[in-house]
């Protein structure tokens, strides 16, 4: 498996670096410390894998991954940060990331990860299982249900939002119920509060 690695510190490189090339059948093909050299490698060096930092200059390496599963779809995408929150496990799991690994991993989980990815599964470290299973459940929510977490989030009722959107008040009292249940909130005020926490919509 063709290997490039994304992180702004060459330490941090030349340590994954020695990892992966120390497993049977993987190679590192090349390495960058911005977005922008990381789409450049992708399209030359042709790699399966990237493990990308999320704390990269400019771009940041959740947009950045959402960039890459756009431009080749084909390349695997673990997420090697230092971050273990809700909002940035999220965030990658929706940009597209099968991995997430915490930089404060050890090697053996590092390498698990590797391993995982290029069987065709996913690997998430301990640390942020539980932050991971929330964020497939946030990416869940429909466009539909996203829109109206938004008139939700806005203050409007459901009658209001049923004359924005053409639908019954019935249908959007469906959807409320839906997004409510799937993002573990009880009352409107929890469903804000949560919607916002997590990054799904800004006040």
Not at 45 to 50: H, R, T, V
Not at 122 to 135: C, D, E, L, N
Not at 172 to 193: C, F, P, Q, S
Request: glycine share 8%; proline share 2%.
């Amino acid at each position: 498996m063709r290997v490039i690695l994304v992180d702004d510190h060459p330490v941090v490189r030349a340590g994954l670096r020695s990892q992966i090339e120390a497993l049977d059948h993987f190679d590192v093909v090349g390495e960058a410390s911005n977005s922008v050299e990381a789409l450049w490698l992708a399209k030359e060096k042709k790699p399966e894998l990237a493990i990308i930092d999320i704390g990269l200059p400019g771009t940041d390496g959740i947009e950045l991954t959402r960039q890459l599963q756009a431009q080749s779809p084909e390349i695997v995408v673990c997420i090697f940060s230092m971050h273990d929150d809700e909002i940035n496990v999220g965030r990658s799991v929706r940009a597209g990331a099968r991995g997430y690994v915490l930089k404060d991993s050890g090697a053996k989980q590092i390498v698990a990860a590797v391993e995982a990815i290029a069987a065709g599964g996913t690997y998430y470290t301990s640390k942020v299982a539980g932050a991971t299973m929330r964020g497939v459940k946030y990416h869940a929510l429909s466009p539909r249900e996203h829109e109206i977490l938004n008139h939700l989030v806005g203050g409007r009722s459901n009658k209001e939002i049923a004359n924005q959107l053409k639908l019954s008040v019935r249908t959007i009292e469906t959807h409320r119920e839906t997004i409510r249940r799937k993002l573990g909130a009880e009352r409107i005020a929890d469903l804000i509060r949560q919607a916002v926490r997590l990054g799904l919509v800004k006040m």
